[in-house]
């Protein structure tokens, strides 16, 4: 007997009042009456990469032939990696939808890590103007983060996640089992996010993972569970809380705006995105710090942790202040000219703010590169 | 003064409860305070083609540049042609979005017609997950279709208006002067829209089409309001009644699975769009008649008004039945396998239907070729 947490999103009025279950457990992705409940027509495309292919697909597909009112089952086999969330990629999907005559009825299943999820969720938003899709999410970072709250869409060289849809999935099956075959980098980068939590809204989440990070780190499926769901309510919450990011939801974004920055600036695909953000966030406690809002204790804690989980906590020496804020200038949190940052009060309490001198970045990313 | 008749589009919750107005009118372009009040940040960009930039582009920016709170104007001018609206051109778009730094509270304005319209408003549904925009429809074909509905996207070399998304505009702004510049084929591939409306769902509209297509074709600027107004009127209906096209909007397709085979066998650009949708619904006329649902009568009424508006009443010798067949089957209209037709019960009463034998499809498109 397979041991499942259900958790339940539930959208309101601008997203039309659907909501959609996430399943957490383990040996999920053989659960054929899961899937199927999920898959209201005749036809499924699954949409996975290369180095998810080989581990996962057939485990899948055998699960989807099991069901008896699916007809039709196709794949689509990506390259691997964030250099390939382009609109030229993604095109691929549409050639093969087309290509085989797909129609409105059909659902794509998105088995990969969060560019397979938000490549496969935008193909789904725009596909004749909308089908449906699942979000089987195989890294950590994808279940905790990319597969929840309908984010969707690709990059463009002169920005991250530039082009995009919010378009809710069908159902998230996050299947803990797949989080053995992630190397201990992808691990890593995917506790980046699970720390992020912690320090935006909840400080007992963020003990939790000061006494729990060496299980982690061993794959411990007890705790990996724990690390999952939790995160999984707490951006639930928040998404429910602000479907449209007015308000709350922003604040999911701490260390984004900088880690973007070093994502844009070193190229897709050389620093993995939990990794950008980890070393963004170390940039945000240090400027909340130097605000004077966080304790320089609070500071400590929050980098030390970061460090244990393995993850940068320095950028890179080739981006200098100028062209960092430059970069950070395209991101989506600009309004108006001005930049916004998430930064931190306390570990627990986050702030969206341009409350700060611009002097005061500079110096921190300077603080904050490899060089210093 | 100007004339101006405001139609508004009362969206229901499925579209976040949000409702926009349509004016339609002559010296519209230079209303600058009907623009404004639209136009919520301080950031614009107006995206046209190399048709209608070199008439109406300065007119707008004349009229953008005397508002006090808008401090950025850029323009991005896409060549002119259905075969254009693609992904790659669709990008353009983006580059300059990005390029420039353009934020979330960028207006978009598509200043064009429908190809123009529905590539203006997909990239304001995808440019960071959803930016505002502004219709400004100069052709007759936009002003009363595509324009109003919020259906936004581009073509695949397989198939039209697969890749989009619906997203509704701030206002739609349907200066009726424009239309004086349309080429008469142009002009009358406008008015194979405005008969549909007739024929789907308003019979006194018919009738009053019947009596005054020569003043339509000779651009008297009173019936041309009238003829734009009651399309507007009876798709806003459609559109409000069934904003996610379940029921009645499917309606609106009277005559495009027919065309839409035309367009994407003949090449995108060979045929207007409108010229496509005119020889579709004779199509459907006659499949309706051979059905024994429509009068023989009500056919040679149906075909005389679409030929009078010098529209093309066959389809190209060129596409036999089988290919002919095989164009319609990757269209949106396909549900689990079955072709879904749009047919007329009576002037002013259509149905969707797959409630005919196969063979008559075969003998009616043969029947509408252009060698018999």
């Given at each position: 007997m397979t041991n499942i947490k259900t958790l339940s999103v539930d959208l309101g009025p601008l997203q039309g009042g659907r909501s959609y279950p996430i399943y957490i457990g383990s040996g999920l992705l053989e659960h054929a009456e899961l899937l199927g409940r999920h898959i209201a027509g005749k036809q499924v495309v699954v949409v996975t990469n290369d180095t998810v292919a080989p581990l996962y697909l057939e485990k899948i597909l055998v699960t989807l032939r099991?069901?008896?009112?699916?007809?039709r089952c196709e794949t689509v086999t990506l390259p691997d990696g964030e250099q390939y969330k382009t609109l030229d990629v993604l095109n691929r999907i549409f050639d093969v939808l087309l290509d085989k005559h797909f129609d409105r009825s059909v659902t794509l299943v998105a088995l990969g890590g969060g560019v397979i999820g938000d490549m496969t969720g935008f193909a789904a938003a725009c596909y004749q103007r909308g089908v449906d899709f699942i979000q089987i999410p195989t890294t950590l970072l994808a279940q905790v983060d990319s597969s929840v709250g309908g984010k969707t869409g690709v990059n463009h060289p002169l920005g991250k996640n530039m082009i995009g849809a919010f378009h809710q999935p069908r159902c998230v099956i996050a299947d803990i089992d797949t989080l053995n075959t992630l190397s201990d980098r992808e691990l890593s980068a995917g506790i980046a996010e699970v720390i992020k939590y912690g320090l935006i809204g909840d400080a007992e989440f963020f003990d939790w993972l000061e006494a729990n990070m060496d299980k982690l780190l061993a794959r411990d499926a007890a705790s990996l569970m724990v690390a999952v769901e939790r995160s999984c309510v707490d951006k639930t919450q928040m998404v429910i809380a602000d479907e449209r990011e007015g308000g709350v939801r922003a604040l999911l974004n701490l260390g984004h705006t900088f880690g973007h920055a070093i994502e844009t600036g070193m190229g897709y695909g050389s620093w993995l995105h939990g990794e950008a953000v980890a070393t963004g966030m170390c940039m945000a406690v240090r400027m909340s710090a130097r605000r004077g809002w966080l304790s320089h204790a609070d500071m400590v804690r929050a980098e030390a942790l970061i460090q244990r989980a393995n993850l940068p906590v320095r950028a890179p020496a080739t981006l200098d202040a100028a062209r960092f804020i430059e970069l950070m200038g395209v991101d989506k949190k600009v309004k108006n000219g001005k930049i916004r940052l998430v930064l931190l009060k306390a570990i627990g309490e986050a702030i969206v703010t341009d409350d700060f001198a611009p002097a005061l970045l500079t110096e921190v990313i300077d603080e904050c590169r490899e060089t210093c």
């Open positions: 099991s069901l008896a009112h699916i007809q």
